[in-house]
């Protein structure tokens, strides 16, 4: 082989070496043939994009392209070699109607996980809604350990936005999420079966629970989250099935709600499987005329009325400390606990609740075992 050739075929080599896009571990789908016109069916491109940065342990980049990747229902996997990341600049949008029964964008088994970027997930959910009440989740998230999420916005999920399983080691930070208040089951954040998992400084308002802390959840922490509208920050529902496992340690902090239906909320289902919600904190909630501030709710069924049987979910040391504002409701306490299985170690600390437009609220507590400290109004429930 001559000098020539030699050098021709070094140069050939490094070309076929190098990432598409020029930069060494950052793929760029627009360099795999996806296009951003809202119409071209870009599932495939974004398929290989991830291969290629799974399997070095680089970054996948969505840029910000003047226009939209239309993608259909995918499922992005690991194991990766390494940390890989989700760049998203540009913006994503999901098919009409709800073609699928689960999550439309799906990342499932990846352990060094990190999401980010000023882009935009849209669900395309107004195409579903008359067509739920249960619809397809934007963002599902599977067996996602030692993971990162920061700056998303979802829109107009169909479902859930974010839904979560089996979760390990996750940090939800400035997330953007939006959706009308009156979308069926679009819960914000709802996970289940998850460890250590960090909500923070995050805007969320949807048509249902602005965060869902399901069966199985184990040392949860949101933090600075703006809830509204939606349905509150709930724990539950808990019970429904046989294999529900027990929620413990949950401390939920500086958050605000803003015209919602409830305000931090614990609800389990009538009748029910026996597991343990406890060691739960509410601390500095300020409340904004939302209904029902501080809610435990045992009576939960499908007409949530008349519920065939009692609960028999144990809620045990729950702490409310620093729950002040306006209520839309004059019922600002409501501890509705179960006959079989009463409360105990309810604490509230520092409640400061005035009826919205003024007014006195008040406290219900029934099967609560409950203490005080410091200001309390409403009154408490045995006075």
Same mark, same amino acid.
């Given at each position: 082989?001559?000098?020539?050739?030699?050098?021709?075929?070094?140069?050939?080599?490094?070309?076929?070496?190098?990432?598409?896009?020029?930069? *060494?571990?950052?793929?760029?789908?627009?360099?795999?043939?996806?296009?951003?016109?809202?119409?071209?069916?870009?599932?495939?491109?974004?398929?290989?994009?991830?291969?290629?940065?799974?399997?070095?342990?680089?970054?996948?980049?969505?840029?910000?392209?003047?226009?939209?990747?239309?993608?259909?229902?995918?499922?992005?996997?690991?194991?990766?070699?390494?940390?890989?990341?989700?760049?998203?600049?540009? &913006?994503?949008?999901?098919?009409?109607?709800?073609?699928?029964?689960?999550?439309?964008?799906?990342?499932?088994?990846?352990?060094?996980?990190?999401?980010?970027?000023?882009?935009?997930?849209?669900?395309?959910?107004?195409?579903?809604?008359?067509?739920?009440?249960?619809?397809?989740?934007?963002?599902?998230?599977?067996?996602?350990?030692?993971?990162?999420?920061?700056?998303?916005? +979802?829109?107009?999920?169909?479902?859930?936005?974010?839904?979560?399983?089996?979760?390990?080691?996750?940090?939800?930070?400035?997330?953007?999420?939006?959706?009308?208040?009156?979308?069926?089951?679009?819960?914000?954040?709802?996970?289940?079966? /998850?460890?250590?998992?960090?909500?923070?400084?995050?805007?969320?308002?949807?048509?249902?629970?602005?965060?869902?802390?399901?069966?199985?959840?184990?040392?949860?922490?949101?933090?600075?989250?703006?809830?509204?509208?939606?349905?509150?920050? /709930?724990?539950?529902?808990?019970?429904?099935?046989?294999?529900?496992?027990?929620?413990?340690?949950?401390?939920?902090?500086?958050?605000?709600?803003? +015209?919602?239906?409830?305000? &931090?909320?614990?609800? /389990?289902?009538?009748?029910?499987?026996?597991?343990?919600?406890?060691?739960?904190? %509410?601390?500095?909630?300020?409340?904004?005329?939302?209904?029902?501030?501080?809610?435990?709710?045992?009576?939960?069924?499908? *007409?949530?009325?008349?519920?065939?049987?009692?609960?028999?979910?144990?809620?045990?040391? &729950?702490?409310?400390?620093?729950?002040?504002?306006?209520?839309?409701?004059?019922?600002?306490?409501?501890?509705?606990?179960?006959?079989?299985?009463?409360?105990?170690?309810?604490?509230?600390?520092?409640?400061?609740?005035?009826?919205?437009?003024?007014?006195?609220?008040?406290?219900?507590? &029934?099967?609560?075992?409950?203490? %005080?400290?410091?200001?309390?109004?409403?009154?408490?429930?045995?006075?």
């Amino acid at each position: 082989m001559s000098i020539v050739q030699k050098i021709c075929f070094l140069i050939l080599m490094l070309v076929l070496s190098t990432p598409l896009n020029g930069d *060494d571990n950052t793929y760029n789908v627009q360099d795999y043939g996806a296009v951003a016109d809202g119409t071209t069916d870009n599932t495939q491109p974004f398929m290989d994009t991830w291969k290629a940065a799974c399997s070095s342990g680089g970054t996948m980049v969505i840029p910000a392209a003047g226009g939209n990747f239309f993608v259909n229902k995918i499922e992005l996997e690991g194991p990766c070699s390494g940390q890989v990341t989700f760049q998203l600049d540009g &913006v994503i949008v999901a098919p009409s109607g709800n073609p699928y029964p689960d999550s439309w964008f799906t990342f499932h088994a990846i352990d060094g996980f990190t999401m980010q970027g000023s882009g935009m997930f849209d669900g395309n959910g107004p195409s579903a809604w008359a067509q739920c009440p249960v619809c397809s989740a934007s963002i599902g998230l599977y067996a996602i350990t030692n993971a990162h999420i920061q700056d998303i916005t +979802s829109l107009n999920s169909k479902g859930f936005h974010f839904v979560m399983v089996g979760g390990e080691g996750v940090t939800f930070e400035h997330i953007n999420i939006t959706a009308p208040g009156d979308s069926p089951n679009t819960d914000g954040i709802n996970m289940a079966q /998850s460890n250590n998992i960090q909500i923070i400084d995050s805007d969320i308002g949807t048509g249902d629970d602005c965060v869902a802390i399901e069966e199985g959840c184990t040392n949860i922490n949101v933090t600075g989250v703006n809830c509204g509208p939606g349905h509150g920050i /709930s724990i539950g529902s808990i019970g429904k099935l046989e294999a529900d496992k027990d929620v413990q340690g949950v401390y939920v902090q500086h958050c605000t709600l803003t +015209s919602t239906q409830n305000g &931090v909320r614990i609800k /389990s289902w009538a009748p029910s499987y026996p597991v343990t919600v406890s060691n739960v904190t %509410y601390e500095d909630i300020t409340i904004n005329n939302a209904s029902n501030p501080i809610i435990i709710d045992q009576t939960y069924c499908y *007409d949530n009325k008349e519920c065939p049987g009692e609960s028999q979910v144990r809620i045990s040391n &729950v702490k409310y400390i620093g729950v002040t504002g306006t209520s839309a409701s004059q019922v600002a306490v409501s501890l509705q606990c179960s006959n079989n299985v009463p409360c105990q170690d309810i604490y509230l600390e520092n409640i400061d609740l005035t009826l919205s437009g003024g007014g006195q609220t008040s406290s219900q507590c &029934v099967n609560a075992n409950v203490t %005080y400290s410091g200001t309390q109004n409403p009154p408490p429930c045995n006075q």
